[in-house]
């Protein structure tokens, strides 16, 4: 017999279950993001404000301290300038790297002070609390001095507004401090409201000084000062402090003047007298050009507007860009992961040039101009894998002229780029990975460039033996079909090469230029000379053709030294062939012997999720008819488990938005499996249903559905495209965008 109470009981939880799921669909994709995701846990994000691909972006910079000194201060480090954990803060830097593992930039830091001016960032550096972080807004209260600040940007300019208690006050801008250690800064009071300046920066991944370049910047501030200065602190030799000058040992202070100071360790400040509380707004634009240029981008992106009009205007972008994608269904952490997941992969790569066009040519000779947008920031050994796929599908303009920035790269440099940071290549990490990426978006449609240009330059790339600093070894790779001992991670240089070299073969068919395609598809399969059958695992090889020996598989794992790999281990990198993932599993043995080789990966903890060469691993189970559960099951496990609504929520440093990547292919249920190759491969989708809207200007359809039934956790039984039987866990990008529905169907 049925309750009446129970009834009612149940009927109220079906309204409750249906207002919460509209609510949650409600809400904006942009009030979703949470910045402090993946500001732990190595995952080396800032919390501060960026506009989408922004030059500017502004971060606490709390990673100064000396940690257990009787002031408590914290030295927690990685390569970004906020650590989660770390509480003492000395100023809010105005250029800033996102998910890097080597440290530049994280300079020209402000720092609002109360009382007498004090230089001595230890000194005037405080406690905080009440942080609050949204996209395109942060705040927080500095607890020494009662100040709480709020900070936005837009594309050039960061925007800072300060409340100040009654008494006196101060703004200070410090050149001296930064993430690195490179000599040379400028700074000039230009009025009471007004400072201009450079700092230099460029030392990522421990380049040579000679590869440093400028930031300049203009700083504005809404009130004139009472009164303002510079100051100067002694030069160093061999760590004794050199008095001359009449300094003796102490920091010079140059009060109201308006005198051009150069030096290392060299900053302003702007002081206050305030009778009652009272807000200061500091407008800094930002120019890798010129002062000039940096003023430009202030007064046209900011102009007279105001912290919240700029506020307003950069949180609308990010809306618009968000909203690119929209998922039903799903917990409200879901759907936080998600969308910050998105956020973390539309920083970089970033904006480089100027309002005006301007930006500075490779290796800064020369300066250039553009009527579009010249990005910066190419991490592409991480990249290439998801992140700019995933830019192809969503934001396609963008890889559009992500593309021609690479291309203008070559035509400054001779050479596509392999890690570019603002105009300066700094050959990180090894592989030849921007053909890959170009390949990728020409045969998904993107081909409004020179792909013609493209293909000759990933040509002199794959085949100069000669002075080539994409490829270092390539005349032996050629010759023996793999690099040996005699270079750095053979193992996993020769993996990249390979996947390389299948990219161009497949751009070389696509342009009928069959002997190039019958080249390239040969070199691309050399890796099979390296797979040793006993151990099932590729292995290096010294220059005489032997197994390099002493060898253990598990070397290598956690970032540590190993002969034949880079960052990583020969089983995460047992599988890293993914454009000839059939012709692995014939080498293997079959199906089985490559199943049980897979599932060792994981059975022996061998799988990083941290890092990039096994990141395609939970779906490799696709490939073999009847294991593909185990692809479902491994995916959502990995999710639940290392991405998370906290700041540790990234499995490790986020490499400019490539774990960011992963996590928004793995909840629409699609990934890019073979970079290069326009193929997805499906697994179960978290969300009940996930809207992409497809640009008109390369796609034909308005939009691509990806449906599942509502809270179904069982295994995929069968997929739909367009209410036909797929028949298969793999689709082509051409069949994906040109579907109305993908639906997966679960028991």
């Known amino acids: 017999m049925f309750s009446i109470p129970k009834i009612i009981s149940q009927i109220a939880c079906s309204f409750y279950m249906l207002f919460f799921s509209i609510a949650i669909f409600a809400q904006k994709p942009v009030d979703l993001v949470n910045p402090f995701i993946g500001t732990s846990n190595f995952g080396a994000a800032f919390p501060g404000p960026i506009a989408p691909r922004g030059m500017a972006s502004i971060s606490p910079f709390n990673v100064a301290g000396v940690k257990n000194t ?48 004090e230089t001595d960032h230890l000194k005037y550096g405080s406690t905080y609390s009440n942080e609050v972080a949204k996209a395109a ?23 800072s507004r300060f409340t100040f208690p009654k008494g006196k006050s101060n703004i200070l801008l410090n050149l001296g401090l930064g993430l690195t250690n490179e000599e040379g800064a400028m700074i000039k009071v230009v009025s009471s409201t007004e400072i201009e300046g450079m700092r230099t920066v460029g030392s990522f991944c421990y380049n040579s000084p000679e590869d440093a370049y400028p930031v300049y910047f203009v700083a504005k501030f809404s009130k004139p000062a ?23 040992g102490k920091t010079r202070i140059m009060e109201n003047t308006i005198k051009t100071v150069v030096g290392d360790s060299i900053g302003s400040y702007f002081t206050y007298k305030f009778d009652k509380e009272e807000t200061v707004e500091v407008k800094i634009g930002i120019s890798y050009v010129s002062i000039d240029n940096a003023r430009e981008n202030l007064e046209r992106e900011t102009g007279n507007k105001s912290f919240d009009a700029v506020y307003e205007e950069t949180y609308n972008e990010w809306n618009e860009e968000l909203s690119k994608v929209l998922v039903e269904g799903g917990s409200k952490d879901d759907q936080t992961i998600f969308y910050t997941a998105l956020y973390h992969t539309l920083i970089h790569p970033n904006t480089l040039n100027d309002i005006n066009g301007e930006y500075p ?99 002199k790339g794959a085949d100069q033996i000669e002075d080539n600093p994409l490829r270092p070894g390539l005349k032996e790779y050629i010759e023996k079909g793999y690099l040996s001992t005699n270079y750095a991670g053979p193992v996993s240089t020769t993996l990249e090469y390979n996947t390389s070299d299948y990219a161009i073969s ?73 454009h000839d993932m059939k012709g692995l599993i014939k080498l293997m043995g079959g199906d089985k012997a490559f199943s049980d080789q897979l599932q060792k990966v994981f059975d022996l903890k061998q799988f990083d999720m941290a890092n990039e060469p096994d990141i395609a691993y939970p779906y490799l189970f696709n490939y073999v008819k009847g294991e593909e559960w185990k692809s479902q099951e491994l995916v959502k496990k990995l999710v639940k488990e290392y991405f998370q609504n906290k700041p540790k929520g990234l499995p490790g440093n986020d490499d400019t938005g490539t774990m960011s990547a992963w996590l928004v292919y793995s909840m629409m249920g699609i990934y ?37 039934q509502e809270n ?36």
């Not at 003492?88 to 009382?115: A, K, R």
């Not at 303002?228 to 008095?243: D, L, S, T």
């Not at 920031?377 to 599908?393: A, G, I, K």
């Open 70 to 117: 009787p002031m408590e201060k914290d030295s927690q480090w990685l390569s970004n300038p906020y650590v989660n954990e770390n509480t003492f803060l000395t100023g809010f830097s105005q250029v800033n790297l996102s998910g890097v593992g080597c440290p530049d930039l994280g300079v020209i830091l402000l720092m609002p002070t109360t009382g007498e001016v």
């Open 137 to 159: 807004y942060y705040s927080v209260n500095l607890d020494k001095y009662k100040i709480k600040g709020e900070f936005t940007a837009s594309k050039r300019v960061g925007v």
């Open 226 to 248: 009472h009164n303002f200065g510079v100051w100067k602190k002694p030069a160093k030799y061999n760590g004794v402090e050199a008095q001359w000058m009449g300094y003796n």
């Open 361 to 459: 040519k490779i290796k800064r000779s020369k300066i250039g101009k553009t009527e579009g947008t010249r990005y910066t920031v190419f991490s592409l050994w991480d990249t290439y894998r998801n992140m700019h796929p995933l830019t192809s599908l969503i934001y396609p303009k963008q890889q559009s002229d992500m593309i021609k920035s690479m291309l203008e790269m070559y035509d400054e440099n001779g050479w596509l780029p392999k890690w570019e940071l603002n105009s300066t290549e700094t050959f990180t990490m090894v592989g030849d990975p921007a053909s890959i990426v170009i390949v990728d978006a020409c045969l998904k449609g993107i081909q409004d460039f020179d792909f013609y240009k493209a293909y000759y330059a990933m040509l």
């Open 506 to 578: 497949l751009l070389a068919k696509a342009l009928g230029k069959k002997e190039d395609y019958k080249r390239f598809t040969k070199r691309s399969l050399s890796y099979q000379k390296l797979y040793d059958k006993d151990l099932k695992l590729l292995r290096p090889r010294t220059a005489n053709g032997k197994w390099y020996e002493p060898f253990d598989p598990e070397a290598g794992a956690n970032f540590q030294a190993n002969v034949g790999f880079i960052e990583g281990n020969a089983w995460q990198y047992a599988f890293m062939v993914p």
């Open 672 to 708: 890019p499996i073979s970079p290069g190759d326009p193929i997805y491969t499906i697994t179960t989708p978290m969300f009940h249903r996930v809207t992409i809207k497809l640009d008109p200007a390369y796609y034909k359809k308005e939009s691509i559905v990806i449906e599942r």
């Open 712 to 747: 179904n956790e069982g295994k995929i039984n069968s997929i739909e495209i367009n209410g036909k039987p797929l028949n298969s866990f793999f689709i082509s990008h051409e069949d994906f965008v040109n579907g109305t529905k993908l639906k997966v169907i679960q028991n």
